[in-house]
C-alpha cells in the first residue's frame, strides 16, 4: 500500500540523486540505478515516478532553474538602485546553492543534453531570457546605450566561469565573482 504523501518527498530525492550522480560522473553518462541507488529506492520506482532517465534529467534542471530563480528573487528583493540590482543578480549567480561543485557539473551536463533535446533546450533558453532581462532592467540606467551589449558580454562571463569551474574542480564563488566584478569596474562609469 502506498504511503500518503511519499510521492513529492521520493521526486525530491530522485532530483537531489540526480544532480549528486551527474556532478560526481562529471557527465550525463550515469544510469537511472545509479541515480535510484543514490536516492535509496529501486530503480522500477524511479521509472514509475519520471518514465525516463531524460525525463530525471528534465526534472532536475527544473529544480535547478528553480533554486535559480529562488536565490534570485530572495536577492533582488530589497534592491534600490540600478547598480545594488546589478550586484543582487552576480550574487545570486554565485551564491552557495547555485555554485556549489555538483550543481556547476549539472549546469554544463544541461547545456549538452539542451544540443539533443528540444525541452531542455526550451528550458535554457528561458533561463537566458531571463538573465538577460534581469541584466538589462539593471545596466540601461548605467550604460545607456552600451547595455545590450555589456549583458551579453556579463552572460557570456558567467557561462565561462561556471564552465571553467566544472572544468577545473574549482568552485571558488568568490573568485567567480571577483572576476565578474573587475570586468563591470571597466564598463560602469
Excluded: C
Excluded at 60 to 89: F, G, N
Excluded at 174 to 187: R, S, T
Amino acid at each position: 500500500m502506498p504511503r500518503l504523501g511519499a510521492e513529492p518527498i521520493r521526486k525530491a530525492a530522485l532530483i537531489n540523486a540526480t544532480i549528486a550522480t551527474i556532478g560526481r560522473a562529471g557527465s550525463l553518462d550515469v544510469t537511472v540505478a545509479q541515480i535510484a541507488r543514490e536516492a535509496g529506492m529501486s530503480t522500477a520506482l524511479a521509472h514509475h515516478y519520471f518514465g525516463s532517465k531524460e525525463r530525471i534529467f528534465l526534472a532536475a534542471m527544473r529544480h535547478i532553474l528553480t533554486q535559480y530563480r529562488e536565490t534570485t528573487a530572495r536577492e533582488l528583493k530589497d534592491v534600490d538602485s540600478p547598480h545594488s540590482r546589478l550586484m543582487a543578480l552576480i550574487r545570486a549567480n554565485f551564491g552557495q546553492a547555485n555554485f556549489e561543485r555538483e550543481t556547476i557539473a549539472a549546469w554544463l551536463n544541461f547545456y549538452a543534453l539542451a544540443l539533443v533535446d528540444s525541452e531542455a533546450a526550451r528550458l535554457l533558453r528561458v533561463y537566458h531570457r531571463r538573465l538577460r532581462s534581469n541584466l538589462l532592467v539593471a545596466l540601461r540606467p548605467l550604460v545607456g546605450a552600451e547595455a545590450e551589449a555589456t549583458a551579453r558580454t556579463l552572460g557570456a562571463l558567467i557561462d565561462g566561469v561556471y564552465l571553467r569551474a566544472a572544468l577545473s574542480d574549482e568552485a571558488d564563488a568568490d573568485a567567480a565573482e571577483g572576476l565578474i566584478l573587475a570586468y563591470l569596474e571597466k564598463v560602469l562609469p
